[in-house]
């Protein structure tokens, strides 16, 4: 696998968009593993500080709501 950037060899996969970076172009970027319902009925996410990121793609700042599932 190499990085999508440069073609040297791939550290890892962009956490949000599956594109393989080497080590130089990795960057981070928080990353919202899971949302669920608290106790006093507000939504909270769990979220990676530092996942895995190539830096172009744009993964959405916030959770999304997805009223529909609740
Ligand atoms: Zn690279
Ligand atoms: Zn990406």
Request: hydrophobic fraction near 30%.
């Amino acid at each position: 696998m190499k990085c999508f950037f440069c073609d040297q060899p791939a550290q890892g996969v962009c956490r949000f968009c599956g594109r393989a970076i080497c080590k130089e172009h990795a960057k981070t970027s928080p990353y919202i593993i899971t949302v669920y319902i608290g106790k006093d009925n507000t939504p909270k996410s769990i979220v990676v500080a530092d996942a895995l990121y190539c830096g172009t793609c744009k993964p959405h700042p916030e959770p999304v709501e997805i009223p529909e599932i609740y």
